[in-house]
T-cell receptor
Framework: AQKVTQTQTSISVVEKTTVTMDCVYE???????LFWYKQTASGEIVFLIR??????ENATVGHYSLNFQKPKSSIGLIITATQIEDSAVYFC??????????????FGIGTLLSVKP | NAGVIQTPRHKVTGKGQEATLWCEPI?????VFWYRQTIVQGLEFLTY????????DSGMPKERFSAQMPNQSHSTLKIQSTQPQDSAVYLC???????????FGPGTRLTVL
């Protein structure tokens, strides 16, 4: 069964430091796609970064990067030089690549990040 | 560029009434998704359209919920005979293709009294 697990319910860091958020997933498919989104205090859900399972190189976008460990079914999000405005709930999501149901996103429960001055 | 537009942003209905939620996807996007977010269940998939055709409704409650996409510029989610447990934020997302990332609208907060 498809499943995405985020075990860290909340993380608090001091601004300008680096934070890593964990995510593990379960899938029966050999080809799949992994995403990270953030939800701001206003409720807006923003796409951050993606990793396609067939790519060996970790994705990087701005100050977001991924630590993709395929044998461990793990996709960690790394935020460097955190800023106060990075405070949000971060969701890990997976999309499989088979059949008509292979387009929906399966989300984790989210990790609340608080960045303090 | 306008993002995904959802209206209304907030809707309050009485138990047993009907609620219709609207979504306008990003222009040019061929795929439209509906999700629901609650504190208890988190973010759940409801249904998916590609090129206006219904592709996957595996997340839709079998009774009372229906979704349509009559044209490429809007989709609707209709809930008949709303119940308090239908209270949630309903989110619409669109993507440019089958393998592209999904972009979310601001959501409609439905409260059923």
């Amino acid at each position: 069964a498809q499943k995405v697990t985020q075990t860290q319910t909340s993380i608090s860091v001091v601004e300008k430091t680096t934070v890593t958020m964990d995510c593990v997933y379960e899938t029966r498919d050999s080809s799949y796609f992994l995403f990270w989104y953030k939800q701001t205090a206003s409720g807006e859900i923003v796409f951050l970064i993606r990793q396609d399972s067939y790519k060996k190189e970790n994705a990087t976008v701005g100050h977001y990067s991924l630590n993709f460990q395929k044998p461990k079914s793990s996709i960690g999000l790394i935020i460097t030089a955190t800023q106060i405005e990075d405070s949000a709930v971060y969701f890990c999501a997976m999309r499989e690549n088979y059949g008509s149901s292979g387009n929906k996103l399966i989300f984790g429960i989210g990790t609340l990040l608080s960045v303090k001055p | 560029n306008a993002g995904v537009i959802q209206t209304p942003r907030h809707k309050v209905t009485g138990k047993g009434q009907e609620a219709t939620l609207w979504c306008e996807p990003i222009s040019g996007h061929s795929a439209v998704f509906w999700y629901r977010q609650t504190i208890v269940q988190g973010l759940e998939f409801l249904t998916y359209f590609r090129n206006q055709a219904p592709i996957d409704d595996s997340g839709m409650p079998k009774e009372r919920f229906s979704a349509q996409m009559p044209n490429q510029s809007h989709s609707t989610l209709k809930i008949q005979s709303t119940q308090p447990q239908d209270s949630a934020v309903y989110l619409c997302a669109s993507s440019s293709g089958q393998y592209a990332e999904q972009f979310f609208g601001p959501g409609t907060r439905l409260t059923v009294l």
